[in-house]
């Protein structure tokens, strides 16, 4: 075989096993994940619902990103309790209006269950109070965003809510004031439905 064939044999197989090595570590190289975010909202990854990829890509303790393993954090500290106060708060002066109302409803003819929505309705609407100037404090992530109109219009009914809460207070212990308890109190109950409902959606 002449000697410029055989260089030329090796050249080919020499091309050959680099170009393969080549596509190899092409291969290995992990590809940057695709994000769909919505306002500040991750939506979906690759073109997956984040909720499903995330459980997909869920591996014991490990979760994994990028091509890369991330320990999940499961640690709970005592700080943990003060964050997102608002959202831990806004539970209290729903159940507490939903639970006046049936005590009135139940004492509509026995007046034996007023004197427990006397104590309950004012202090749903202390923790109202506090909840609206918690709520205020977790306005500013929003700003700027398709959701931002939402959030007013949730602090505007807020504050309708705690408007409500104390009317229906004061006409608890205002003898004039008595025959408006029943309407008062559902409107509260209706503005807070409806405050939830926004609630709701902004968190989701």
């Known amino acids: 075989m002449y000697p410029h064939k055989l260089l030329f044999i090796?050249?080919?197989?020499?091309s050959h096993l680099f170009a393969h090595e080549a596509h190899n570590k092409k291969?290995?190289?992990?590809?940057?994940?695709?994000?769909?975010?919505?306002?500040?909202?991750?939506?979906?990854?690759?073109?997956?619902?984040?909720?499903?990829?995330?459980?997909?890509?869920?591996?014991?303790?490990?979760?994994?990103?990028?091509?890369a393993m991330e320990e999940e954090v499961k640690e709970v500290t005592f700080g943990?309790?003060?964050q997102h106060l608002h959202n831990k708060l806004i539970h209290f002066p729903i159940a507490l209006t939903l639970i006046a109302l049936l005590l009135l409803i139940l004492g509509y003819?026995?007046?034996?269950?007023?004197?427990?929505?006397?104590?309950?309705?004012?202090?749903?609407?202390?923790l109202t109070i506090a909840t609206v100037l918690t709520g205020q404090g977790q306005?500013?992530?929003?700003?700027?965003?398709?959701?931002?109109?939402?959030?007013?219009t949730h602090e505007l009914l807020g504050f309708g809510v705690l408007a409500s809460l104390i009317l229906w207070s004061v006409s608890l212990y205002v003898k004039p004031l008595e025959k408006y308890i029943y309407p008062i109190a559902i409107l509260t109950f209706i503005?807070?439905?409806?405050?939830?409902?926004y609630g709701g959606v902004i968190a989701h």
Do not use: C
Request: proline residues 3%; hydrophobic residues 45%; without cysteine.
């Open 109 to 126: 003819k026995e007046k034996q269950y007023l004197s427990a929505v006397k104590i309950i309705v004012p202090t749903a609407a202390l």
């Open 10 to 14: 090796l050249l080919l197989i020499t």
């Open 191 to 197: 503005l807070v439905s409806i405050t939830g409902l």
């Open 80 to 82: 943990a309790a003060f």
């Open 27 to 67: 291969k290995s190289i992990p590809k940057l994940d695709t994000l769909t975010i919505v306002g500040n909202d991750t939506i979906a990854i690759n073109g997956i619902a984040t909720q499903q990829f995330m459980a997909e890509h869920h591996d014991g303790n490990e979760i994994v990103h990028n091509g």
């Open 139 to 152: 306005t500013a992530p929003f700003e700027g965003t398709t959701a931002y109109q939402l959030v007013e």
